[in-house]
């Protein structure tokens, strides 16, 4: 998947580029669950510029996974139009978005 990259295994880091919609939404939780094992998932955002409510929905599985093996989601570096998407729907509450 073109929008995605492995950057790192320990923590498992992606980073992730252009558009995650529902186009592509299930090859990317595809692939992510292929890699995760335990801890810590991290997402590297800062060259994504799209993604919808399929998307939105499945952070929040992959966050669901994540915390039942004892890690966290986080997102780094989302730009400010993305973090509102989050403030918005109150998911920065349940993820970590660092600067």
Known sequence: MQEMTLLSREPLCFGLAGEIDAGNCDEFYGEVLKSYRSGDLVFEC?????????????????????????????LRHLQPR???LFVICALDKVMEIEE
């Open 46 to 74: 800062a060259k994504l510029e799209f993604i919808d409510s399929t998307m939105l929905g499945t952070l929040v599985k992959l966050r669901k996974t994540v915390a039942e093996q004892g890690g966290s989601l986080i």
């Open 82 to 84: 993305l973090k509102k």
